[in-house]
DNA sequence: TATTGTTATACTCTATAACTATA
DNA sequence: TATAGTTATAGAGTATAACAATA
């Protein structure tokens, strides 16, 4: 297949997706905020499939994965680190502790604030979805060597960093 | 600050976000999909924030997008795209189509497939989405240098091929 | 029958606003 | 007053199911 020769400075053609049959024109193809998208697409597909019967949902899985790492940690604490509302994670907290795997006490030096743990079934079911959760990770990057992975996992550090 | 010495084959310490006054374990530091998580809502953040009064939401404007670059396009290939199902494609196309942007229109070789087109409006409208879409992905990789945002999308991209 | 598209509906995730209780 | 947390609610984004029209 040969190519027309170029006007100087004219723009390079379109990058393509999909390139079967009637491939289109992907004018966001170059644009990382709409591949992180597409990635985040992938990352909760993933996250279904692996997570399917174990109760969980992504939002509910980052809270209590914080909460195993962090006994006794603060709602607000947990806002802050996943970059949400506190309001959000209140529900988060209700559904777990409705499902059973974590409870709210109160924290005695500071009576405002809740202080949250697993409970032994929360215990339990954690070290499932630990185990869930790498094979979720690999299968998400598998497309990358694992020099890749950790290049993309810098590059996604860096990126938020504040 | 000292450390203790690390027994052979023990874990590495779990590496800390937001390294401020009460900083945390942060057990998911290390995920690929948690951080495009994260990476997402940075994305979308930045997107409300340059985008307001544009009238469009970040579904919308790449349904958008891709009707500009591909006039006639089918909304089943927007679909396919956009990794989406159909029915959310119609009912975003229905906002666009509500907001004068966009038009609706009847392939005759093929009379159950839509084709669909900007207006004049629509172009308009989109000659400032475009420029307003380039900043606000520059504002999103601003922490990365031109070469790591080249990088950073040839990860993307590897990792999303199908 | 299979394909294209749409409507109706439900669920997840997030944000804002209003509220309670404590500091 | 300010802070920690919660409830109530709304909006965006996605999926599934049921349907109509066309091939």
């Known amino acids: 297949m040969s190519s027309l ?3 100087k400075g ?4 379109r990058p393509r997706i999909a390139a079967g049959n009637g491939a289109i ?6 644009s990382p905020a709409f591949l992180v998208r597409l990635a985040q697409l992938r990352a909760f597909e993933e996250f279904h499939r692996n997570f399917a019967g174990l ?26 680190e996943l970059r949400v509302k506190p309001s ?20 005695e030096a500071e009576l405002r604030a809740s ?13 499932e979805m630990e185990r869930t959760h790498r094979d979720t990770d690999a299968r998400f990057v ?7 992975r950790r290049q993309f996992v810098a590059l996604l550090r860096k990126l938020l960093h504040r």
Do not use: K
């Not at 004219?10 to 053609?13: I, L, N, T």
């Not at 994670?89 to 924290?107: H, K, P, Q, S, W």
């Open 55 to 80: 109760g969980v949902t992504p939002a509910g899985f980052s809270v209590l994965a914080l909460i195993a790492a962090n006994p006794g940690v603060r709602p607000g604490t947990i806002a802050e």
């Open 115 to 127: 202080m949250l743990h697993m409970t032994t079934a929360g215990a339990r079911a954690w070290q």
């Open 10 to 13: 004219a723009a390079a053609p």
């Open 25 to 30: 024109a992907s004018p966001l193809a170059d």
């Open 88 to 107: 959000n994670v209140a529900a988060l907290v209700n559904a777990l502790v409705a499902a059973g795997l974590v409870e709210r006490t109160v924290d």
């Open 5 to 7: 020769p170029r006007a």
């Open 142 to 148: 598998e497309a990358l060597t694992p020099a890749e």
